[in-house]
């Protein structure tokens, strides 16, 4: 049996959707693809079975980063690429990957810049380009901690960095881009929650009111997200509405915990 060289993993919740063009741009480099899948409805892990994958049922958990730590850590692969199904690889990482595991690495994990994609268009301000993130790692050597929805990987060891980019299909359309967000402001509310932030008017205009305006500011015109047009305003409005829609679930489900 030939040595697995490239383990790709991910973890997955209803991603018919993404899951094919995911695995379209890496099927021809990874050795074994593996799936932890936290229950889909639909037909992700059909799809996935039709690209040789080996998937891994498991309960959802909201912190989804524990479960990409299932999916990391069953992974047999001198190298490891962890992906989300909504991410492509594109040709020119391709094939700086396909380099690597050619003729090897001094890095024990490379950093790779992201392309998000948000309504109609990738999004180069705002602070949302470069997005680096590490993603390819040796074996043993990279994990999660799984303490925030926006940590990295950390490797132990030196790392170097790729030239191109990661293709991230993150919000083809407001009402997924809506269904994200719901996700990521609940996160913060138990986040919230977990720190017993007090309830007071001076917390409450934080973030009902200071958090939004200066978040705005800063994503909309000191990053520039005026020049990714109509999309980059709505992309720095809603950055900072976040504060304030996790502060107010927060406060209900404090308040009123029986309809938590």
């Known amino acids: 049996m030939n ?36 229950g889909s409805t639909d037909d992700t892990k059909v799809i996935a079975k039709k690209y040789g994958s080996r998937i891994i ?15 990391i850590g069953s992974a047999k692969g001198e190298w490891i690429l962890q992906l989300d199904a909504d991410e492509k690889v594109s040709k020119g990482l391709y094939e700086e990957i396909k380099g690597i595991l050619k003729k090897g690495s001094k890095y024990n994990g490379l950093w790779m810049n992201r ?42 060891g030196e790392v170097g960095y790729f030239k191109n980019d990661l293709l991230h299909y993150r ?17 913060i509310a138990s986040q919230l929650r977990e720190k017993k932030e007090k309830l007071n008017i001076i917390n409450a205009f934080n973030y009902l009111v200071v958090k939004p305006i200066y978040t705005f500011l ?18 720095a409005l809603f950055s900072g509405l976040r504060f304030a829609i996790a502060y107010i679930k927060y406060w209900q489900v404090t308040k009123y915990p029986a309809h938590d």
């Open 3 to 38: 040595k697995i060289k490239l383990s790709v993993v991910l973890s997955t919740l209803n991603e018919a959707e993404n899951i094919a063009r995911c695995l379209d741009s890496i099927r021809d480099i990874a050795d074994e693809i593996v799936i932890v899948d936290e």
């Open 57 to 71: 049922d498991v309960v959802h958990n909201d912190n989804f980063h524990i479960t990409k730590n299932i999916a």
């Open 115 to 156: 392309s998000n994609w948000f309504l109609n268009r990738f999004l180069k301000k705002g602070g949302q380009y470069p997005d680096p993130t590490m993603r390819f790692y040796r074996n043993g050597k990279g994990r999660l901690p799984a303490q925030d929805v926006h940590e990295q990987a950390q490797v132990d």
């Open 171 to 187: 919000d083809t359309s407001f009402e997924k881009y809506l269904a994200g967000f719901n996700r990521y402001t609940s996160f």
């Open 218 to 235: 800063l994503v909309y015109l000191r990053h520039r997200g005026y020049v990714d047009g109509f999309p980059g305003f709505v992309f």
